[in-house]
């Protein structure tokens, strides 16, 4: 037991984008404790088991400590000089032999929270030229990024729910009592969904009675994937009976309707697999309140309906004129980057070019769908690798082929702390600090509850050898030829060089880094409605609610459902997060592997509650618990994302990707099951 003196040390949760202030009790180099601030300003003590995981994140063993490369098929220690020679040296000649594009990289959620050592990624980036680029958003779902850009020609557009004011709203695919809903900054979930339930009405579909669905005024259990059906019955009838009321402009109306003519009540349920009747009380919801709000999550952005559910829930706010309005959802106008300060840079098109085995597969924003990775690898397109803290074998689809294709690497470059099921296929694995060992901001301000920003000093000095990413990655760039950035410090082990890279970033920002760093959270007051949404779609001549790609797929996914009518429906399972884990992280906490099905479909293949069940389809198999739960639609499986050893990846396939944002179906994936003998 350690026998220095305890420090209670405030900070911020580090874990996911909602950020809660937490009080960490240390000792020397330990973190004992960690529990919520009750003094925070916006979280005032709320935390879930994630966050108060910090201390055993940050001493999770076998952690890393120093540079390892592979020397005759072993990972070893190795100086940080002899590291970087090696990766630079392989680095230039990989350029060299086969041009900047053989370099892929991934922007994982490691370094994706290290404001200064992303800037570093995207330096890195920027000077290969454009290389092959993947990242969580091409992971999670491209949906939401490219419904801004194609109906609001503008990435940076995210609305959020007003939760002080909304009286109607649609949770579809998305469960914030678990995961604290998608890129909202949700916290203390229960309090706001109770709050919209009391003063009006919340509605959940997804196909699980979800922790949300507890909470809500009513449940719809639609078959994975077909949501989407639901939401474009809703819009025809609203565009023909209303509410329709509209707060901006608008255009394609007239596309819009002829593309939804025809599409009945009864075709969306038998879609959908809902009864006509809830249908009916959803749309008389929507109509009492006058108009409505639709939030999303992975549950619909990881299915093949990505898109089409999207769209319509964007449709549907934007048509009763719930957008930039109070009742509605809000538009955050960024801290680091104000949008309301500026004249915002107009999209020409939502899509960027695709990947060279997949081109028929747009990228979004740049990024190519992360799906297409063994394929480029097997197809020597690309030769080098680096993964700025991704764990892709959990998260990247296809588990088997993607394993295969990472041996193939002639350089597999890996940040990482701490020994997993990623770093047996580096060649190099690189120590940056951890969460609890840098100085911090949110650099993600957009994804925030509010208009703010907070700032953390580190908790603990760096383990072993482990350096700053910033510095890691500009050394063997250097090394390499590549240039830097002129305003980089020397080193990081230069005081205050930390804290520099993070005023870098804060040059254009509401506050100074100064400010941020005395008072630790900053806030300023939300303009809402915000004149600078309407001024923006005044300028473009309002929402585009026909982009043309969503037009050609709608009609192509219609033909198909409506060719399909009648037939029963393929056992499927939809994804599905759990409290005590985020990804692949986490599994110390203990959440279970298991499968949640519908006590009749256990009964029809001989399972029993707690049994071992074998899941399979053409492109692997998992074994999972049995977890029988008649709130559990019929018909569909629900299967966690992010375990080790019941890797949901092997049941996803590099090939069956949506066509417009290449994202890999986690959801209403077709597959078999059966107990396992004990």
């Not at 409505?292 to 449709?315: D, H, K, P, R, Y």
Request: with cysteine; proline share 7%; glycine share 10%.
């Amino acid at each position: 037991m350690s026998t220095q003196p305890i420090e209670l040390k405030r900070t911020y949760c580090r874990v996911c984008m909602v950020h809660c202030g937490l009080v960490a009790e240390v000792a020397g180099d330990r973190i004992l404790k960690v529990r919520g601030d009750h003094d925070h300003p916006l979280t005032k003590g709320y935390t879930c088991p994630k966050g108060r995981a910090t201390g055993q994140i940050h001493h999770l063993e076998p952690a890393i400590t120093r540079p390892l490369m592979r020397k005759d098929g072993e990972l070893v220690p190795v100086s940080w000089d002899e590291a970087l020679d090696d990766i630079a040296q392989k680095l230039r000649r990989i350029i060299d032999t086969h041009g900047p594009n053989a370099i892929g990289m991934y922007f994982g959620s490691g370094l994706g929270l290290d404001s200064s050592g992303y800037l570093m990624e995207e330096a890195f980036y920027n000077a290969l030229g454009t290389p092959p680029k993947f990242s969580p958003l091409t992971n999670d779902g491209t949906a939401k990024v490219m419904l801004a850009g194609a109906m609001g020609s503008f990435y940076g557009l995210n609305p959020k729910t007003d939760y002080d004011n909304v009286d109607m709203l649609i949770y579809v695919g998305t469960n914030p009592m678990v995961s604290h809903a998608h890129n909202t900054g949700m916290f203390n979930p229960a309090v706001w969904i109770r709050s919209a339930a009391k003063r009006g009405e919340v509605w959940t579909i997804d196909p699980l009675f979800t922790e949300t669905a507890k909470f809500s005024t009513r449940h719809i259990a639609a078959y994975p994937g077909k949501d989407y059906a639901i939401l474009a019955w809703l819009t025809r009838e609203i565009i023909d009976g209303g509410p329709f009321n509209p707060r901006q402009a608008i255009n394609g109306l007239e596309q819009l309707r002829a593309a939804l003519e025809g599409y009945t009540c009864a075709k969306a349920a038998d879609i959908a697999g809902v009864t006509e009747q809830e249908l009916q009380d959803l749309l008389a919801a929507i109509r009492r309140k006058g108009r409505v709000v639709v939030e999303t999550g992975t549950g619909i952005t990881m299915s093949a309906g990505c898109n089409m559910t999207q769209w319509f829930a964007w449709l549907l706010m934007i048509l009763t004129g719930a957008m930039n309005q109070k009742g509605g959802a809000w538009f955050h106008p960024g801290f680091l980057f104000p949008f309301d300060q500026v004249e915002l840079p107009l999209l020409q098109s939502a899509f960027t070019p695709g990947s060279n085995v997949r081109p028929d597969v747009k990228g979004i924003l740049g990024d190519w769908p992360c799906a297409v990775l063994p394929l480029e690898i097997e197809g020597g397109n690309i030769r080098g690798f680096f993964n700025f803290g991704g764990s892709i074998v959990r998260s990247f689809p296809d588990t088997n082929a993607l394993t295969a294709a990472l041996r193939k690497l002639e350089l597999h470059v890996n940040t990482e702390v701490v020994h997993n099921d990623v770093t047996p296929y580096c060649t190099h694995v690189l120590p940056t600090k951890g969460a609890a060992e840098r100085a911090e901001f949110t650099r993600w301000d957009t994804l925030a509850w509010n208009l703010s920003l907070q700032y953390t000093p580190p908790l603990v000095k760096p383990k072993g050898e482990r350096r700053s990413a910033w510095w890691v990655l500009s050394q063997f760039m250097k090394r390499a030829g590549l240039p830097v950035p002129a305003f980089l410090p020397e080193s990081d082990l230069h005081e205050g060089a930390d804290e520099l890279m993070l005023a870098k970033l804060m040059e254009n920002a509401r506050c100074s880094f100064a400010e941020l760093k005395e008072k630790r959270y900053v806030e300023f007051p939300l303009e809402f409605p915000a004149p600078w949404v309407d001024k923006h779609f005044e300028r473009i001549g309002g929402w585009k609610l026909a982009p043309p790609e969503l037009l050609g797929q709608w009609n192509a996914m219609r033909s198909a459902d409506e060719a399909a009518s009648g037939r029963p429906k393929p056992l499927c399972y939809s994804s599905r997060r759990q409290r005590r884990k985020l990804n692949g992280q986490l599994s110390f906490l203990g959440e279970p592997a298991n499968v949640i099905l519908h006590p009749l479909d256990a009964a029809a293949h001989g399972i029993t509650d707690g049994q071992k069940v074998r899941v399979h389809n053409a492109t692997g198999e998992i074994v999972l618990i049995a977890k029988v739960n008649a709130g559990m639609r019929r018909g569909v499986l629900s299967i966690p994302h992010g375990h080790e050893d019941a890797n949901v990846n092997h049941l996803t396939s590099v090939h069956k990707v949506d066509p417009l944002g290449g994202m890999a179906l986690y959801s209403g994936v077709p597959v078999a099951m059966e107990p396992v003998a004990e």
